[in-house]
């Protein structure tokens, strides 16, 4: 309830409200029912004395320590308007002196007696409270019942303390967390006192006297409107006598009943922006909810749990821990005497408004409109249940829940039945109270932004946010609804990331865990590592050899295998969804002990060798060999994938290990798992799984990107056969420039049977069978080119309409029908090749894995379809430089 402890700003002992807030957030969980958890109210005793005193006991003799606190029903929403504040004043003047106690008497007595006292006011309660030494138990009950009972508020002494009100005000002023809350809530509630700040306003504080404090306290402080509770180490019938003793000449007063105007329903969003001189935006928005003793707090409270209690809430993974669009945000329910409030707040940095909000909209349209899962709901009762278990470990802890219950609801057993109710929470009911009360016409939005921040909250666009529940479906709409993809990425304890894709529709599902490597992590010398490595990742781990992870694969059905590209390697997987888990642990053992067993690596190697070998066979590979060599000389692209006949010749079983474990790093690994699965079955699953990969300090190296081309390069291999093949290359874009998209489009353009190239080259002048432009985007960079394959003899006509094309595009671009064209060929396209899972899993943890982000494809597309002709002129002209390209050629006659 981090939001409500900035509206009581003046509860200077925070951790009395949080435990009030009844749900928080715990580091450690008991599981729910586990049959340990105590009843709080066991042993208690509660007395109604004669004059309407309500007294709570408990004997606790763990430890030689009393907690004594008196409650009373009254905090600023029973003040008037010109009231305002005067609770929390009398809170101050309490101590400030009694007949038989002088102004700092009342603290002395109690801090020499090895005890602490305070208080702290809220809207329904003010609370006054010692922890002491049991043995001076009889003085806490003297010090705090003579205080409520017979303070002087003297007219001096106020003056004095109103000062002291004043600079907490002041304070106040200085806190933009407090500004946004108070204009949040007098927003919220327009007529209920709620709306007003528990600490008062300049003026109305300074307009307190005496006498004004004099008739509040007669209102309110009666004893049939205190409960006095006290646990800890003590005789309850001793303590039970010296309380009468001490309030049997309690001052007469006349008392009151509450009559607070009751706060119309809200019907539209309501919204306020402030620009202050903050360096960050702060955030709240605000639901109202019913009172703490409405049957539905139960169910919002495990709400509250799960959306924003902890680093594993929905909003905090998926903002903080995921997206790290936020500095913080949380969720709670403030359960008061009256209708409430529901809020979410977070920090941010103003760039990220339109996401957070995004972000925010989406997790409360989510928890309208599907059931929480079995694990969420089973979480938060655990969390709820645990709050009180921890809370039993000290005398005040006790002492708060038996006077929070007694006082706010009226009966202290409420206690236990509170959590009782909690267990009974189901899935329906979270979803029945979202939908009741998240609504978009029930909320209000606060904004406190940085000075010059031009910030705009269109309602319309905010109640297109925070939608919530759409039209009841179908029959047949829910079933499609099971099978809608649902996409998350989790970061591991160890820094490993896991991407969770939900896909029902058929029993099966794809793994993928993939490193950074490839060939551009490759050693000078070690040409083809990458590839070896991947090869032996299912040849042996140090508890199965290579035909055991076979049989075991074959006899799933399933396939399993390492592979290595030009920026990457790993493990791919495909299996039945009944085999996951037994996948997953085999894919785990592959990662983790592979064992690079010699037998398996001389036979790896020979099949190396051999295809080494077999290139010589196709001059196309030889080609593309030559085209890389040529155009990166400088940068690890330019070396061949397979390595050479003496890089792998020379490969030992350590330059393999030490390889490996150079980039077998958590943080730089991800795992992909697409299909048929229970993500939260799976996520701890996983995190048992691999909780042996431990965290290393250890970081990969920088690869500087290939120098640009300062003029021509020209490569020719010479071979016998009947075309040559011809490539003309220039240095590309990579995968994150902006020229990217745009020359995706330009390559779709050109290649194909509709393509440009087809079309002129073959169609037009018959100069060649095979041709086609390609790219290959890096990561620092990039290549762009055109492949032509044609008889020797038409070898220079082919080569000058290719140059000439290439002027021709850089000089006038993309027509606009080319252009919708190969948008709408390269988008269908990408739908096309996302059919499957194991495609899927491959582009999430590469995209992720190469800093993009698992969830770059929508952004992608996107991409492509704002490219403009301007933005293709622009890509093109930084590319196809004029006498800064390589030609290549294998085969007859190409020098």
């Not at 990969?700 to 490569?715: M, Q, S, V």
């Amino acid at each position: 309830m981090k939001v409500f402890k900035k509206i009581a700003e003046s509860l200077k002992y925070v951790e009395v409200v949080l435990y009030f807030c009844v749900t928080v957030a715990l580091l450690s969980i008991i599981p729910a029912g586990s049959g340990h958890a105590m009843s709080v109210t066991e042993g208690a005793k509660r007395f109604v004395l004669e004059n309407g005193l309500t007294v709570i006991l408990k004997e606790d003799h763990s430890a030689p320590v009393a907690a004594v606190q008196v409650w009373v029903k009254t905090g600023s929403a029973n003040e008037t308007a010109e009231e305002a504040g005067l609770t929390h004043q009398i809170e101050h003047m309490i101590f400030k002196g009694t007949p038989t106690k002088n102004t700092g008497q009342i603290a002395r007595t109690i801090e020499t007696s090895g005890g602490r006292i305070n208080a702290y006011t809220s809207f329904d309660r003010t609370v006054y409270y010692v922890e002491i030494d049991s043995a001076r138990f009889d003085t806490a009950l003297d010090v705090l019942l003579d205080a409520v009972q017979h303070s002087l508020f003297d007219a001096a002494e106020l003056k004095k303390e109103k000062e002291v009100v004043l600079e907490e005000y002041r304070r106040s002023l200085d806190i933009p967390e407090n500004q946004l809350s108070w204009a949040l809530m007098a927003l919220s509630y327009r007529k209920h006192p709620y709306g007003r700040p528990i600490i008062g306003y300049e003026n109305t504080i300074r307009s307190f006297d005496r006498e004004m404090i004099l008739k509040y306290m007669d209102k309110w402080y009666t004893p049939r409107n205190m409960v006095l509770v006290a646990v800890g180490d003590f005789q309850s019938k001793k303590a039970l006598e010296t309380i009468e003793a001490l309030v049997q000449n309690f001052p007469p007063r006349t008392g009151a009943e509450p009559k607070r105007p009751p706060e119309p329903p809200q019907t539209q969003l309501r919204k306020t922006i402030k620009n202050a001189r903050v360096q960050q935006v702060y955030l709240d928005l605000c639901w109202h909810i019913p009172a703490l003793t409405h049957d539905d707090i139960y169910a919002l409270d495990v709400l509250e749990v799960i959306l924003g209690q902890g680093k594993t809430s929905r909003l905090y993974h998926g903002l903080k821990m995921e997206a790290n669009l936020v500095y913080h945000v949380s969720a709670g329910a403030y359960a008061l005497a009256d209708p409430g409030i529901f809020s979410v707040d977070a920090t941010l940095h103003p760039k990220y408004l339109d996401p957070v909000l995004a972000a925010v909209g989406k997790e409360i349209s989510r928890v309208t409109r599907n059931p929480v899962s079995p694990s969420e709901l089973s979480k938060a009762k655990t969390m709820a249940e645990a709050a009180f278990v921890f809370d039993m470990e000290d005398m005040a802890g006790q002492a708060r829940t038996l006077g929070f219950f007694q006082t706010m609801t009226g009966d202290m057993y409420n206690a236990d039945t509170y959590l009782s109710k909690i267990k009974q929470v189901t899935a329906d009911d979270v979803l029945r109270v979202s939908r009741a009360y998240l609504r978009p016409e029930n909320l209000s939005i606060g904004l406190m932004a940085p000075e010059g921040e031009k910030i705009n909250l269109e309602t319309d666009v905010v109640m297109s946010l925070f939608k919530g529940t759409p039209p009841e479906k179908s029959l047949e709409e829910k079933m499609s609804a099971r099978r809608e993809r649902t996409t998350e990425m989790i970061t591991l304890k160890n820094g490993m990331r896991v991407i969770i894709r939900e896909n029902n529709r058929l029993p099966e599902v794809s793994i993928l865990g993939a490193f950074l490597g490839g060939k551009r992590l490759e050693k000078d010398g070690q040409w083809g590592i990458s590839g070896f490595v991947a090869e032996m990742l299912t040849r042996g781990t140090k508890k199965r050899t290579a035909a055991d992870i076979a049989g075991t694969v074959e006899s799933w059905a399933g396939s399993l295998n390492g592979f290595s590209g030009r920026n990457s390697l790993g493990v791919s997987g495909k299996f039945l969804s009944k085999d996951l888990y037994g996948g997953l642990e085999l894919l785990s053992d592959l990662i983790l002990h592979v064992d690079f067993p010699p037998g398996e690596i001389e036979k790896v190697r020979e099949d190396i060798l051999a295809a080494i070998k077999a290139k010589k066979d196709r001059p196309t590979a030889q080609l593309f060999e030559l085209f890389y060599k040529t155009l990166y000389p400088h940068y690890p692209y330019g070396h061949p994938a397979t390595g050479t006949k003496e890089s792998i010749s020379n490969m030992t079983r350590k330059d393999l290990k030490t390889w490996y474990q150079s980039i077998r790093v958590p943080s730089n690994f991800v795992l992909a798992v697409v299909g048929d699965l229970d993500r939260d079955q799976l996520m701890p699953y996983l995190e048992t799984l691999f909780e042996p990969f431990q965290s290393s300090a250890a970081t990969l190296p920088e690869i500087p990107p290939e120098p640009p081309l300062t003029g021509p390069r020209k490569a020719h291999l010479e071979r016998p056969g009947a075309q040559t093949h011809l490539s003309v290359g220039y240095l590309g874009a990579d995968l994150k420039s902006s020229n990217n998209a745009p020359m995706a489009l330009v390559d779709t353009a050109l290649s194909g049977m509709g393509g440009r190239l087809f079309q002129r080259l073959r169609d037009e002048k018959s100069l060649a069978y095979s041709v086609t432009a390609f790219r290959t985007p890096g990561l620092e960079t990039g290549a762009f080119g055109v492949y032509l394959a044609c008889d020797p003899g038409k070898l220079p006509p082919a080569r000058m309409a290719v140059f000439h094309e290439l002027a021709l595009l850089r000089e006038k671009g993309l027509s606009d029908t080319e252009l919708a064209a190969a948008k709408r060929y390269l988008l269908g396209n990408l739908k096309i090749g996302m059919q499957t899972n194991g495609s899927q899993a491959m582009q999430m943890a590469l995209d992720e894995l190469y800093g993009m982000g698992y969830d770059h494809m929508p952004r992608y597309i996107q991409e492509i379809e704002s490219v403009t002709r301007e933005d293709v002129n622009r890509a093109l002209k930084d590319i196809i430089l004029p006498d800064r390209y390589i030609l290549v050629t294998v085969g007859p006659g190409g020098g």
